[in-house]
Structure formats: C-alpha cells, structure tokens
C-alpha cells in the first residue's frame, strides 16, 4: 500500500475488500486512492503536512502536545485517501462472503511539524513524542467492538511506496484479523515460548543488533533483506497499548539507532516498517498462540526488489547471511 495524502474528499465509490479463497488472498478496492498527489520530491510551500498548513488536512485525531495553544510536534489525522471507511457496514455485498465494505479507520501519523525527510532529523524526545501518540490511539481503538486488529506502518522513499516525503506514518484498524497475522498466532500456539525462544536462538547465533532496557532489536533467522530488523520486548506483551513509558522510549531510540546504522552501511536506503500486535479484546485474547504473545516491529530495508520466485512461492532470496548482517549493524 503506497502513502496517502489527507486532501479533499475523493471518490464516489467507497472501498470494498475482496477475498480469494484459493489463493488465501484479500485485496482491497479503494479507487479513490489514484487520486492522492504524489509529492516526493515536494518543496515545503506545496506540503499539506507542515506547520502552517493544517487547514489542508481534517482535523487532528491526537496531537503533541495537547494543548492547542501549544506549537504541535506530533499530528494523527484522518486519511481522506483511505483504503477503509467507518461509514461502511459489516455485511457481505454478495452470497458468499467474498465481497464486503472496507470497514474501519484510516489515519496518518505526521512526524515533524519541520519538511523533514527521515526519522534521524527529528529530536529523539519529539520521536518519542510520535510513539507515545500511536499508543494512545491505539488504546482509544481496542476500546471500539466493531474493531478486531490495528496496524502502525510506515512507507520510506519512492522503493517503499512512499508517495510523500514528508515524514510520517500510517495507523489502520479492521474489522477483521489478516490472514498473515492469523498464521502467526496459529504458529506461535503451536511453540511454548516462540518469542522468548527467537531472543535466545538470536543471543546465541550473535544476532542481537541492540537493546534498551526490556526491548531488543534483533536480525531475524530468515530475513528477507539484507540488514533486516526485528523490535520486541524480552517479556510478553500482546498490544503495544500496553506498553509502558520504558518500551515506547526505547521503541523509538532503537528505530533511530537501526535507521542510522543502515543509513551508514547504505546510504539513502528506502524500507519499510509495521508493527504487529494481537487482536484487539472484541476478537477474543485467550486464543491459544496468544499466551506469550509479543507485539513486534519488523524493519524491512528495501535493497532488492520482489520478482517472480519470490511472488510465485512466499520464499525470498537473501545475499547476506543474518550473522553478517547483525554484525555489520552492530559496527557501523
């Protein structure tokens, strides 16, 4: 899903999500999507999502500080470009349930009041400030029954998808569970401790790339790309809403940390990021898998593209073993 610009409201024809149960598929129909502009090489005059330019996007959601009388560091507004909607009802649009409204919310995280372009221009106590907001608005979700799961991503550089400079981050919620995120509870009900078992095999193999208090940023034993990361805390945690004021500290040093290092090892590099937690209390969380469940960040670099082997079997192919990419993060 490439970046959304919050603007004026689009397209007629509301989004729908669509399943392909042989290929255990869902995709989502959104045309008003191909109406957002696409600014990544923008000048600060033209930028819905600097200061002084508010009136451009809704209304924030949340914002930091509170105080509007305040100068704002942190804006979350609603996405005017969004794959999902609140308006749309939670009913199948055809006999068998293969077709349904997109239901839920679509936000924008704006990072910086200031036209910056990476996370590494922004004050680590405004960073902070960033996570602290996603928390919060995930709290204020898991509260809502017609909601099952919420997801925080960002989209870095044209490679990644990114259609603004400017940064920022996505929040969407929905009212149903993705099938990745169902494998991976399925799988980890099928282990007695997985996460706690990923540290340990990590620790032992040197792939620990660096650590603050409880959390530890790890390279994975399949990474997909060269210099690809994993956040986690050391104890179980199912929703990053319940993190506490430690975590979301060292969430956001850790993200600033990998991001420098990869910047160092390959200067300019685009990649992804999104954050997978449990469902929300509405889908129910004594599900088995979910005992020792640890929200998790996943950084993917995006230094190689996806292409035919990789599309047509789910493998990837990597030209840097997770040992070698772990010690090239940890010294540079």
């Known amino acids: 899903m490439s970046d959304a610009l919050p603007a004026t409201p689009g397209h007629e024809t509301p989004p729908h999500r669509h399943h392909e149960p042989l290929a255990l598929r869902t995709v989502f129909v959104a045309p008003q999507r191909a109406e957002r502009p696409i600014l990544t090489r923008g000048v600060a005059a033209d930028c819905p999502f600097c200061a002084g330019h508010e009136s451009r996007t809704p209304p924030a959601v949340l914002r930091s500080p509170a105080d509007p009388q305040l100068p704002w560091r942190v804006r979350l507004v609603p996405n005017q470009f969004p794959v999902v909607v609140e308006a749309a009802p939670a009913t199948a649009l055809d006999g068998a349930g293969l077709r349904q409204p997109a239901h839920g919310v679509h936000e924008v995280l704006v990072e910086s009041p200031a036209h910056e372009r990476s996370i590494l221009a922004i004050a680590p106590d405004a960073w902070r400030d960033a996570w602290d907001v996603c928390r919060r608005r995930l709290a204020e979700l898991a509260d809502r029954a017609d909601l099952a799961w919420a997801l925080v991503f960002k989209n870095s550089g044209v490679r990644a998808g990114a259609s603004l400079e400017h940064v920022h981050s996505q929040l969407v919620a929905l009212d149903f569970l993705p099938p990745l995120v169902a494998g991976k509870i399925a799988i980890a009900g099928c282990a007695r401790d997985p996460f706690g078992g990923l540290i340990a095999a990590a620790e ?7 650590e603050q208090d ?22 179980p945690c199912r929703h990053f809403h319940a993190a506490d004021d430690a975590a979301v500290a060292a969430v956001a040093a850790l993200t600033q940390r990998v991001i420098a290092r990869l910047d ?7 990649y992804n990021w999104w954050l997978h937690q449990a469902p929300f209390a509405s889908v129910g969380t004594t599900s088995t898998g979910l005992e020792n469940w640890h929200w998790h960040l996943e950084i993917l670099p995006r230094l190689a593209e996806f292409a035919g082997f990789e599309l047509a079997t789910g493998c990837h192919i990597t030209t840097m073993s997770p040992a070698e990419s772990a010690r090239r993060l940890r010294e540079a």
């Open 264 to 270: 160092r090892i390959a200067p300019g590099t685009d």
């Open 204 to 210: 032992a193999e040197g792939r620990i790339v660096a």
């Open 214 to 235: 409880d959390v530890v940023a790890l390279v994975p034993h399949a990474p997909r790309q060269p210099f690809e990361t994993l956040i986690l805390p050391r104890r």
